[in-house]
C-alpha cells in the first residue's frame, strides 16, 4: 500500500472522529457508500436550501475529490473553511489535496494552521512536518515528527517519515531505529526501507 494511500486512510479515520455538523440526508448514504456521483447531486440539491451545513459542503468536496475533480473539491473545502475557520478537518484536507499535487508550500500554510488551532491531532503535526520534509526544511520537519509521535506513541507513518528523514540526514543509527518501531507498529513500508537502508 502507497504512503499517499496510508495518508488518505489516516485522514479517513481522523474525519470519522470529528463531527463537522448533523447533516442527515441522502448524499452522506450515498458518500459512506462510495457512491460519489450520486452523492454530489444529493448534497447540490441539500446546499440549495442549507448552503452553510459545513458537512454537507465538505462531503461534496471529498467526493469531487475521490472523482479527480480537484478544482471543485477545493472550492468545497474553502467554503467550509470559510463558514467554519476552526475547523481542523477541512484544513488537513487542504493540505492533504495540495500534498497529493505536489503544491507543498499550500499543503504546508493549511496544516500549519490546523497545527496552531486548539485541540490539534497529531496528524495535523504529521503532515506539516511532512510538508516541510518535502520543502528541504528538515530541521524543522524533525521538530514536526517529534510532536506528533509525542502526541501519539502508536503513529507508525511518523516513526517512518522521521526515520527516513535521519537516514537522508546522515543519522542512520537512529533512523534505522525509528524504523524498527514503525515495523512493530505495523507500518508494513519500513520493512522494505529497513532492509534497504539498514544492513
Known sequence: MSIQIRVYLSILLLVTSFACGSASNDGDDLYASGKYEEAI????????????????????????????????????????????????????????????????????????????????????????????????????????????????????QAYYNRGLLKLATDKKKSGCEDLNLAIKLNYEAASEALAKYCK
Not at 459545513?54 to 478544482?71: P, Q
Not at 503535526?125 to 506513541?153: C, V
Open 41 to 156: 447531486k444529493a448534497y447540490d440539491s441539500y446546499l440549495s436550501t442549507k448552503p452553510k451545513n459545513v458537512k454537507a459542503l465538505y462531503n461534496r468536496g471529498r467526493s469531487h475529490e475521490e472523482l479527480g475533480n480537484i478544482e471543485s473539491a477545493e472550492k468545497d473545502f474553502l467554503t467550509a473553511l470559510e463558514i467554519d475557520a476552526n475547523n481542523v478537518q477541512v484544513m488537513l484536507s487542504l493540505s492533504n489535496l495540495f500534498q497529493k499535487q505536489k503544491n507543498h508550500s499550500s499543503a504546508l500554510l493549511y496544516a500549519d494552521r490546523a497545527v496552531e488551532t486548539s485541540g490539534a491531532p497529531a496528524m495535523a503535526y504529521f503532515m506539516k512536518a511532512r510538508a516541510l520534509h518535502q520543502l528541504g526544511n528538515t530541521e524543522e520537519a524533525l521538530k514536526e515528527y517529534n510532536a506528533a509521535i509525542k502526541m501519539d506513541k502508536d503513529f507508525g
